[in-house]
T-cell receptor, first 114, second 119 residues
Framework: EDKVVQSPLSLVVHEGDTVTLNCSYE??????LLWYKQEKKAPTFLFML????IEKKSGRLSSILDKKELSSILNITATQTGDSAIYLC??????????????FGQGTRLTINP | DGGITQSPKYLFRKEGQNVTLSCEQN?????MYWYRQDPGQGLRLIYY???????QKGDIAEGYSVSREKKESFPLTVTSAQKNPTAFYLC??????????????????FGPGTRLTVL
């Protein structure tokens, strides 16, 4: 059974700090890993990472996948209160009919205090 | 405006009742998904559908049922057989395209969610 584990489950820091969120996975047929940010309702897509190991960046957020360690990290530098959210990691699974499914981790609840 | 809508936003159910959650999209997406989210947990897949009149069970389908009579609509019924239905339910959709390449990903777009509470 495919499994995605995130750590820590909860993190509280002060504005301006740098944080690193972790995601590890065990999947039978790895394709890609995704990061989402969920504030109050629907998750919003942040990054897609593949086994190429290429780092993805968007402003203060960056992410990379370690193929050997079967893990990924999401870094946020100079955190702001608006970064407070649940960060979800997911891996793509393709079923026998070629349908795309996502397997999610538990999420990391990040709280940024002013 | 293109997007995914879910209704109602909040739903209260008495024990033993069936309730139906609505999900509609006007993005012309072929594939639709239902997820359940509990506090401290990520999203778990309930059912998904790649085309009209066809759907597959996800990881936690017991106690739920779906239909896909129209491309735009994928309603989820939470039956009385679902013993612990209180949760946040999210619907998503995506285009159905080639997924053979490792770098290929058809982004899933999520609706705003329905919060179901059993009284």
């Amino acid at each position: 059974e495919d499994k995605v584990v995130q750590s820590p489950l909860s993190l509280v820091v002060h504005e301006g700090d740098t944080v690193t969120l972790n995601c590890s996975y065990e999947v039978t047929n790895f394709r890609s890993l995704l990061w989402y940010k969920q504030e109050k309702k629907a998750p919003t897509f942040l990054f897609m990472l593949t086994s190429s190991g290429i780092e993805k960046k968007s402003g203060r957020l960056s992410s990379i996948l370690d193929k050997k360690e079967l893990s990924s990290i999401l870094n946020i530098t100079a955190t702001q209160t608006g970064d407070s959210a649940i960060y979800l990691c997911a891996v793509i699974n393709i079923d026998l009919q070629g349908a795309q499914k996502l397997v999610f981790g538990q999420g990391t609840r990040l709280t940024i205090n002013p | 405006d293109g997007g995914i809508t879910q209704s109602p936003k909040y739903l209260f159910r008495k024990e033993g009742q069936n309730v139906t959650l609505s999900c509609e999209q006007n993005l012309n997406h072929d594939a639709m998904y239902w997820y359940r989210q509990d506090p401290g947990q990520g999203l778990r897949l309930i059912y998904y559908s790649q085309i009209v009149n066809d759907f597959q069970k996800g990881d936690i389908a017991e106690g739920y049922s779906v239909s896909r009579e129209k491309k735009e609509s994928f309603p989820l019924t939470v039956t009385s057989a679902q013993k612990n239905p209180t949760a946040f339910y999210l619907c998503a959709s995506t285009i159905r395209g080639p997924t053979s390449a490792a770098s290929s990903y058809n982004e899933q777009f999520f609706g705003p969610g329905t919060r179901l509470t059993v009284l």
